[in-house]
């Protein structure tokens, strides 16, 4: 079983350029989570999908991140332009259940932007 | 300029004993609970997890403790071993109509040899 796979594992950019970081989820799971974590915010829901629908987008930060999910084992967050603080380890999660259901996490992107 | 982040509670027990993380939850209408460890460099790891219906759940070497009517939830681990050494987490689905998950802030359990 391949888990959650998340890529790039890092990445170093500078501030003004365009991040995509990709997420493949577990096979035959329905939900899908983008998370940030930083230390001084610790772990904060970005957005999430039910069925490649994205269903809550309220901690998504500005107009500047940007989540899609064409279909149901793939998934991209877009930052542009990035910020010197969008510097932290995003996860993806996902979920077999649509309602309380338990989350499996990718091992992250290490994002850092100068 | 120095930066701020956040201030982990810290546990330290020794190699062999017993461990207990606690957590406070928010909400009283949370019915769904997990705990997750991380360990240095990547993901959160499903431990357990309870429903609200129970108050207690066994794993291996692991139990999760449910109190509803003070809102708390702990985690305990049998004979603590130095691969234990992680931040661990709680975190709570506040209602079946969302998958929403609301996590602590989490606690450092450093094991000492």
């Known amino acids: 079983d391949a888990g959650v796979i998340q890529s790039p594992r890092h990445e170093v950019t500078e501030m003004g350029q365009e991040v995509t970081l990709r997420c493949k989820p577990i096979s035959g799971h329905n939900s899908l989570f983008w998370y940030r974590q930083t230390m001084m915010r610790g772990l904060e829901l970005l957005i999430y999908?039910?069925?490649?629908?994205?269903?809550?987008d309220s901690g998504m930060p500005e107009d500047r991140f940007s989540a899609k999910m064409p279909n149901a084992s793939f998934s991209t967050l877009k930052i542009q332009p990035s910020e010197p603080r969008d510097s932290a380890v995003y996860f993806c999660?996902?979920?077999?259940?649509?309602?309380?259901?338990?989350?499996?996490f990718g091992p992250g992107t290490r994002l850092t932007v100068l | 300029g120095e930066s701020v982040g956040l201030h982990l509670p810290t546990l330290s027990v020794q190699e062999g004993d017993n461990s207990i993380i606690n957590c406070a939850y928010s909400?009283?209408?949370?019915?769904?609970f997990i705990w997750y460890k991380q360990e240095s460099g990547k993901g959160p790891q499903f431990i357990i997890d309870i429903r609200s219906n129970m108050d207690k759940r066994q794993g291996q070497r692991v139990t999760v403790l449910l109190n509803k009517t003070v809102k708390h939830l702990s985690l305990q681990i049998a004979a603590t071993q130095p691969g234990d050494s992680a931040v661990y987490f709680c975190a709570e689905n506040i209602s079946r109509a969302t998958n929403k998950l609301i996590f602590g802030t989490g606690t450092l359990l450093a094991v000492q040899p």
């Open positions: 999660a996902s979920s077999f259940g649509t309602r309380g259901d338990t989350q499996y």
């Open positions: 999908f039910n069925n490649n629908v994205p269903i809550d």
């Open positions: 909400n009283s209408a949370s019915d769904y």
